[in-house]
């Protein structure tokens, strides 16, 4: 499982994320660019570029845990969903790449069409491109949810999740928790279980305090990806 998935994001250029113990006993979380096995130690090990880094490291393939691409491009009509959590689908507008996030029980299937009804009729004919998958938010999950620090600057254009709860007494909009995010008919925002989550781009160098926040909303914690881009687009299109 975890050969197949490197060498699909040697194939795709894609971006992997995974857990990594190097001493079997302390994990450390990853999100690797420019993968491929590498030259110096063989196919037992990998290389690439960590998403907040320009230093190239090197890690043993045994030693990788949960693993998962970024982004999972769709081929296909039908997409059998084998997890249970939120995730976040990129589509193909009128010349244009947007997102929208939903949440999906294990077993369940993400197909075109539903995720057109799901959307807007303004996006009957958008193409569905992609996939990213992100766990419910849980505070002992500190590899794919981090604290929230609003003076943090992302280091890269990231779609940022927020887990966050709201006051009972607060007053809500569908599409408007966040003062900045624009209202659009492309869902960005879900409840599950008392956790609300809303999905925000930022672009390179934007801190986490420009998300400016309404009365009564505490951020629990956030989750960060690479934005899905024309390029993908491009070479998911040499590849079909």
């Known amino acids: 499982?975890?050969?197949?998935?490197?060498?699909?994001?040697?194939?795709?250029?894609?971006?992997?994320?995974?857990?990594?113990?190097?001493?079997?006993?302390?994990?450390?979380?990853?999100?690797?660019?420019?993968?491929?096995?590498?030259?110096?130690?063989?196919?037992?090990?990998i290389s690439g570029t960590p998403l907040n880094s320009d230093t190239e490291l090197t890690f043993r393939i045994d030693k990788i845990k949960k693993i998962q691409l970024m982004w999972n491009d769709v081929y296909c009509e039908r997409v059998q969903l084998k997890k249970g959590g939120i995730y976040l689908v990129e589509f193909l507008g009128d010349n244009y790449i947007d997102f929208a996030i939903k949440d999906f029980k294990g077993g369940e299937e993400l197909s075109a069409s539903t995720y057109r009804n799901y959307l807007d009729f303004v996006l009957e004919y958008a193409d569905f491109l992609s996939y990213h998958y992100l766990p419910y938010y849980s505070a002992t999950d500190t590899n794919f949810w981090k604290p929230y620090d609003k003076i943090e600057k992302v280091q890269y254009p990231s779609i940022c999740v927020f887990a966050y709860t709201l006051e009972e007494k607060t007053t809500t909009y569908r599409e408007e928790v966040f003062v900045n995010?624009?209202?659009?008919?492309?869902?960005?925002?879900?409840?599950?279980?008392?956790?609300?989550?809303?999905?925000?781009?930022?672009?390179k160098w934007k801190s986490l305090n420009e998300v400016k926040l309404r009365e009564g909303v505490t951020i629990l914690a956030v989750s960060r990806l690479c934005e899905y881009t024309m390029k993908n687009l491009s070479i998911r299109n040499s590849i079909m």
């Not at 994320?17 to 993968?35: A, I, M, T």
């Not at 995010?181 to 672009?203: C, M, Q, W």
């Open 181 to 203: 995010v624009p209202s659009s008919s492309v869902i960005k925002n879900l409840e599950h279980s008392g956790i609300r989550y809303t999905a925000v781009f930022l672009d």
């Open 1 to 45: 499982m975890v050969k197949e998935i490197i060498d699909k994001a040697i194939k795709t250029e894609g971006i992997i994320e995974f857990v990594y113990s190097k001493d079997g006993v302390n994990d450390r979380f990853f999100q690797l660019s420019d993968v491929m096995y590498s030259s110096e130690h063989g196919i037992n090990f």
